[in-house]
């Protein structure tokens, strides 16, 4: 998964993440401000739950994979929504925080790319997200 997080940074591609809160029996994760400048998202009304896939651009920011959302599949659902501006997710929220957020799509046709298996790359067709449902 690091590997997958340095080498969206790097390339600075939009990249697919599913949300899975690891512990901490929480149902998903209010929206961060931007870590960059401090500023909180607008607001939380559209706040994402375990299973949605978020789809953005990875930042780091003092050491830490931030994701800069831009589109979500919302958990249960088949089709991208537009996310408002200002909305990131920390990859990780650490231990005492339900750990891993962002995980890749492992084991699905939609993540392989380029001949090998990539964990979040995934496309859409109409709208809708090949492999789901």
Same mark, same amino acid.
């Given at each position: 998964m690091t590997d997958l997080l340095l080498r969206a940074a790097a390339t600075g591609e939009s990249t697919v993440f599913k949300l899975a809160v690891s512990t901490g029996g929480c149902s998903g994760v209010f929206w961060r401000g931007n870590p960059k400048t401090g500023a909180s998202p607008a607001d939380n009304s559209d706040w994402p739950r375990n299973g949605a896939l978020l789809k953005g651009t990875v930042h780091t920011v003092a050491g830490a994979h931030h994701l800069e959302v831009s589109e979500q599949v919302p958990a249960g659902g088949s089709t991208w929504q537009p996310v408002a501006g200002g909305k990131w997710m920390p990859a990780d929220g650490g !231990? &005492?925080? #339900? #750990?891993?957020w962002l995980h890749g799509r492992? #084991? &699905? !046709?939609a993540g392989r790319v380029g001949g090998r298996r990539d964990a979040v790359e995934c496309r859409t067709l109409g709208g809708n997200v090949e492999g789901l449902g």
């Amino acid at each position: 998964m690091t590997d997958l997080l340095l080498r969206a940074a790097a390339t600075g591609e939009s990249t697919v993440f599913k949300l899975a809160v690891s512990t901490g029996g929480c149902s998903g994760v209010f929206w961060r401000g931007n870590p960059k400048t401090g500023a909180s998202p607008a607001d939380n009304s559209d706040w994402p739950r375990n299973g949605a896939l978020l789809k953005g651009t990875v930042h780091t920011v003092a050491g830490a994979h931030h994701l800069e959302v831009s589109e979500q599949v919302p958990a249960g659902g088949s089709t991208w929504q537009p996310v408002a501006g200002g909305k990131w997710m920390p990859a990780d929220g650490g !231990a &005492s925080n #339900g #750990g891993r957020w962002l995980h890749g799509r492992e #084991g &699905s !046709a939609a993540g392989r790319v380029g001949g090998r298996r990539d964990a979040v790359e995934c496309r859409t067709l109409g709208g809708n997200v090949e492999g789901l449902g």
